[in-house]
């Protein structure tokens, strides 16, 4: 092991002895600070340290083309202090080096997971895909931090999705991060998302009118992407949810008794979609593409669109509709059918709600239903029959 006084002329000058690749030379002045000349012509620095266990290591500085020769003396200073401070500044860096980025995270760990354990595991799959993974799926885990998040954030509100979606995706955020932890990832050991806020939401009913119905039909009727156009319809014809549509296959459909079945809802058990004659129609004008299951496939992958959310965004801004959410054909549809005298109960069986609640929030009274109703007690109770009375009485 030569020894040499390292000096910015010494480290100008040095080669590599002819015959050998490599040549190493020591320092002088600090225990284990070396310079590896290549019979390239390459030459790096490199310290070595002894761990608090005994373990001789030698730890990477850089290049000499990179690394003057002070900084480089410098940081093999650092990294024997931190040695001697009981910390493995190799193992540190190894360690460093096992830190997945976030994409690489989603991908090997997070959606077998979803997988296996979340019946909304397709839903995750989309926000990953279509907003999270592309803003910071190349950023190492433990490198995004709250600002990044928020920002993102904020691109996702100046895109305008609804408060509910980008807080969604903060939640998704948040649920892989706190998984991160429990799994002991490299690195990990807060949640940049734990200070966020997210925005406040309000449950909105939003129910279409008969000329709105009409005015989004045509919009429909016109719009390029046929497939999805179908799929929006249909939803608007059943009240069904969106993935129950997307997703849904051939199989599913049974002409007999006039149903679409749905395998797992989200209430995690199976159901039946109500097919009116519209709907059977609808699904009859439906081009079956060989060998493929699914009733509307994407025209690209073949697979079931995962959102609807731009042809959507075509088709209501169209129809001049440009407050309407998708899951709002839903809403509408369990208004159309309790102001034509539909009880409640047989509306929470068409939506597929466990609780009735949860359908009286949808079931939007019009005026016209309020006063024809206001009318019939009247009929009912008969007032003209009865004496009219006195003033203050």
Not at 106 to 128: C, G, I
Not at 156 to 180: D, Q
Request: charged fraction near 25%; charge should be positive; hydrophobic fraction near 40%.
């Amino acid at each position: 092991m030569p020894t040499a006084n390292l000096t910015n002329h010494f480290v100008r000058t040095a080669a590599c002895p002819a015959g050998k690749g490599k040549t190493e030379f020591f320092d002088t002045k600090q225990k284990g600070f070396m310079l590896e000349v290549r019979s390239s012509g390459g030459k790096t620095f490199y310290q070595r340290y002894t761990t608090e266990h005994g373990i001789k290591r030698q730890l990477k500085i850089g290049s000499a083309d990179v690394f003057s020769l002070d900084e480089a003396r410098q940081s093999g200073k650092s990294i024997l202090v931190r040695a001697h401070m009981g910390e493995d500044p190799q193992a540190k860096r190894q360690e460093k080096r096992q830190i997945p980025t976030l994409a690489e995270f989603v991908q090997s760990r997070y959606l077998p997971h979803a997988k296996e354990n979340k019946r909304s595991w397709k839903t995750d799959e989309t926000m990953l895909r279509v907003h999270i993974v592309p803003a910071l799926g190349s950023k190492p885990l433990d490198t995004i931090t709250a600002e990044q998040i928020a920002a993102f954030a904020q691109r996702m509100k100046a895109k305008e999705y609804a408060p509910g979606t980008v807080n969604r995706a903060i939640i998704l955020l948040r649920f892989m991060f706190n998984l991160a932890r429990k799994w002991k990832i490299s690195g990990i050991t807060d949640n940049p998302t734990a200070d966020l806020t997210l925005a406040p939401t309000q449950h909105r009913e939003r129910f279409l009118t008969q000329d709105e119905v009409r005015a989004l039909l045509i919009s429909i009727k016109e719009d390029e992407n046929t497939v999805a156009a179908q799929a929006i319809l249909l939803l608007l014809l059943t009240g069904a949810r969106r993935n129950e549509i997307t997703y849904a296959k051939w199989d599913y459909v049974d002409w007999q008794h006039r149903t679409l079945y749905v395998p797992v809802s989200k209430s995690g058990k199976s159901r039946f979609i109500a097919l009116n004659d519209q709907a059977v129609t609808l699904l009859n004008s439906v081009e079956r593409l060989p060998n493929n299951p699914y009733i509307f496939p994407s025209p690209v992958t073949g697979e079931p669109s995962p959102s609807l959310h731009y042809p959507w965004v075509r088709i209501r801004d169209r129809a001049g509709l440009k407050d309407i959410r998708l899951h709002d054909l839903r809403h509408s549809f369990a208004s159309f059918l309790v102001n034509n005298g539909v009880s409640l109960y047989v509306v929470q069986n068409l939506l597929g709600h466990t609780q009735v609640r949860t359908t009286q929030r949808y079931a939007h009274v019009n005026q016209d239903t309020l006063s024809k109703a206001a009318q019939l007690a009247g009929t009912v109770i008969n007032a003209d029959a009865l004496p009219i009375l006195p003033n203050g009485n």
